[in-house]
């Protein structure tokens, strides 16, 4: 997963998005890897059906932490499961990540303010933004 090969080029045809993992009352731990959190890079939720289609790219987005730590691909379509908070849901293979969120770059690495990402699950990026979140990620990743 530490390789970017597979993750660099955005393309034309395909949706960008960063995407929030955590919340102010339940962030993600800052070893979120060790601590068993691997489902963030399986499944990850929203509150509303989102416009995320099959292979479309996600940046991973730390909240609390306002750092980004990952790059999945979306699998499948959005679909319903039982939770009371993210009640939509999508499939994602993982492509680059970050096992520690200190070595995560800032969210700006990007291009993209915190503030945007102020109560929002996800928001639409650029291409050019997406490639900068790939580059910065790609430079821990190790």
Known sequence: ?????????????RGHWLKAVGHARGPLPERWLEDGRLGVLSRTGFPRRPRIAPGDRLV??????????????????????????????????????????EDAPPVEAMGVAPRSMSQQSHIAITASQYERAVAAIASVAG
């Open 60 to 101: 991973l987005y730390a909240s609390v932490w306002r750092r980004v730590f990952g790059v999945v691909e979306a699998a499948g379509e959005p679909e319903t499961v039982d939770h009371p908070r993210w009640p939509w849901s999508i499939a994602v293979e993982p492509l680059l990540v970050v096992p520690r969120l």
């Open 1 to 13: 997963m530490g390789d970017d090969a597979g993750v660099r080029g955005a393309d034309p045809g």
